[in-house]
C-alpha cells in the first residue's frame, strides 16, 4: 500500500534525483546517484532497497540501511564513508535507470507498448523510512518552442497497471504467480511482438513460452514476416512441435513461411497425423477454399440424436470453437446430408435426430472457390461456417469467417494506429492530484 495519511503526501520525481549529489553524515559529497534499486514483492509496489553511487566514474552500491534520508535533490547518508565493492544485481532487483526510465513497459489495459518517462516514489505505507515505485509517466513531457508549450504533459500511472520488460531472468522469476500478462489475448500478445524491438519481443516470448498452447496461438497471430524471423533461432524440433499445436491451416501457413529448405526438415520431425493434415493443406492455393478450411471437423452420422451430438460438441475440446457452431451431418455413405446449428440442437428434443434437424441442402465450396466468393457467400446466406466438399461430397473441412476476415483485411487496416484510449486514474491507493 502507498501511505496516503498525509494531506499531501511526499512525492519524488526520479528523473530530477538522478545525477544529484549523494552527501556523506558531515555533508561533504561522495558521488551522485546513479541509480535506484528496487525489490520486487509480487502484489506489493516495489521496495527501494539501495542506490548505486557514481564515485569518481566507479559505480558502488550502498544498502538502504545506510541511506539517512532521500530528499528530491540528493540522498543523504547515514555515515561518513562507503563500501566501494561494485554492484551486481540480485534476483528479484530492478533499477530504476537502467531498467525502467525511458525504456518501454507493456501497458496491461490496453496492450501496448508505453514509453516511462518518468518515475514517482512515495513512502512506503506502514513502514517508516522506506519509499516505493508507486507510478510512472507515460506521456512525453510538454516542451517549449518559441513562445509555444508543446507536448503532451504527463499521464501519471498507477505502478501496477504495468510489466516492465526488464530482461533479467531472476527478475521475471520473482513476479507475481498472477502474472498480468495472462490476462492479455494471443492477438494482444502478437501485435506487442510486432511492435517490440528484438529484445523486448524476446522477453514477451520467454514469458509466452511457459504455456505452450498459449505459444501456439500467439504464433497463429503473427504475421508471417515476423513469426518467420523468430523461428529462424529455434530448432526443427521446437518449430516441429510448435507446429503441431497450431490449428492445422495455421501451421501450413507457417511452413510456408520457413525457407525451402528447411520445410522437409521440419515435416519429418512432426507427427504423422499432424504432418500430413499439414501437407494437404499445402497443395491448396492459400487463398482458395482448400487452402484456408479447418481440416479438424466435427461430423456425425444422420441417424444421431441431437442429445448425442450436444455430447460431442461438449467433447470437443481440441477443436476450434468457431468449426463447431455447425454439425456436419454425413449420409450412411459417409457423404454430406446436411448441417446443423448448435442453437438448433439446444432448442430441440434431445431424442430427435439430426435427419430430422438438419438443413438438407446446406451451401458448399469446393476446395477451388476463391475467397471472394465464399466471402459473398457468407454475406448473402448469413453464414459464419461453409462446408469444403471434394467431387464425391466428402467433407475435407470447413472455412469459418475468422478465416475470411483475416485475409480480406487489408494489411494497411489491420496495422493502422489504434484510437486514443482514455487514461485511467492516478489508482486506488493514491490521494489525489500528487505533484
Not at 530528499?71 to 532487483?93: K, M, P, Y
Not at 455430447?311 to 449420409?331: F, M, N, R, T, Y
Amino acid at each position: 500500500m502507498i501511505d496516503t495519511t498525509a494531506t499531501h503526501p511526499a512525492v519524488i520525481h526520479f528523473r530530477r534525483l538522478l545525477g544529484s549529489p549523494v552527501v556523506a553524515r558531515t555533508g561533504d559529497q561522495v558521488g551522485r546517484l546513479a541509480d535506484l534499486i528496487v525489490r520486487l514483492r509480487g502484489d506489493a509496489y516495489p521496495l527501494v532497497t539501495g542506490v548505486v553511487v557514481d564515485v569518481a566514474g566507479r559505480r558502488i552500491f550502498v544498502a538502504w540501511e545506510h541511506v539517512d534520508a532521500l530528499e528530491q535533490e540528493r540522498a543523504r547518508l547515514s555515515q561518513n564513508t562507503v563500501d566501494v565493492r561494485g554492484f551486481e544485481r540480485r534476483a528479484g532487483e530492478v533499477l530504476l535507470d537502467d531498467d525502467l526510465l525511458d525504456h518501454r513497459l507493456i501497458d496491461v489495459s490496453s496492450a501496448e507498448l508505453v514509453h516511462a518517462f518518468d518515475i514517482e516514489l512515495v513512502p512506503g505505507a506502514g513502514e517508516p523510512g522506506t519509499w516505493v515505485l508507486a507510478r510512472l509517466d507515460t506521456r512525453r513531457p510538454a516542451r517549449m518552442s518559441g513562445l509555444i508549450r508543446r507536448g503532451t504533459g504527463h499521464a501519471r500511472r498507477d505502478w501496477k497497471s504495468f510489466e516492465p520488460l526488464i530482461g533479467h531472468g531472476g527478475s521475471i522469476a520473482a513476479r507475481s504467480a498472477d502474472d498480468p500478462m495472462r490476462r492479455l489475448r494471443p492477438a494482444e500478445l502478437a501485435d506487442l511482438i510486432e511492435d517490440a524491438n528484438r529484445t523486448e519481443s524476446g522477453e514477451i516470448l520467454d514469458r509466452v513460452h511457459g504455456d505452450p498452447e498459449l505459444e501456439a496461438d500467439v504464433f497463429s497471430e503473427l504475421d508471417s514476416e515476423t513469426a518467420a524471423r523468430l523461428l529462424e533461432a529455434r530448432s526443427d524440433a521446437d518449430v516441429a512441435e510448435l507446429l503441431t499445436r497450431m490449428r492445422a491451416d495455421d501451421a501450413a501457413d507457417t511452413v510456408a513461411d520457413l525457407k525451402q529448405s528447411r520445410r522437409r526438415r521440419v515435416l519429418d520431425a512432426m507427427p504423422d497425423g499432424a504432418r500430413a493434415k499439414v501437407i494437404t493443406l499445402l497443395g491448396f492455393n492459400p487463398d482458395s477454399a482448400g487452402g484456408l478450411m479447418n481440416v479438424d471437423v466435427l461430423t456425425r452420422p444422420a441417424a444421431d440424436t441431437a442429445r448425442r451430438a450436444l455430447d460431442a460438441i461438449a467433447a470437443a475440446g481440441s477443436l476450434q470453437p468457431e468449426a463447431l457452431l455447425k454439425v456436419q451431418v454425413l449420409d450412411d455413405d459417409g457423404r454430406l446430408a446436411g448441417v446443423v446449428s448448435v442453437i438448433r440442437l439446444l432448442q430441440s428434443d434431445p431424442g430427435a435426430t439430426l435427419r430430422a434437424l438438419m438443413d438438407d441442402d446446406p451451401v458448399r465450396v469446393e476446395t477451388t472457390a476463391d475467397v471472394a466468393d465464399i466471402a459473398l457467400l457468407m454475406s448473402d446466406y448469413n453464414l459464419a461456417t461453409i462446408p469444403v466438399v471434394d467431387d464425391d461430397d466428402r467433407v475435407l473441412g470447413v472455412v469459418t469467417v475468422d478465416d475470411v476476415l483475416e485475409v480480406t483485411i487489408p494489411d494497411d487496416w489491420r496495422r493502422r494506429e489504434p484510437a486514443p484510449r482514455p487514461v485511467r486514474g492516478v489508482g486506488p491507493e493514491t490521494n489525489g492530484d500528487l505533484r
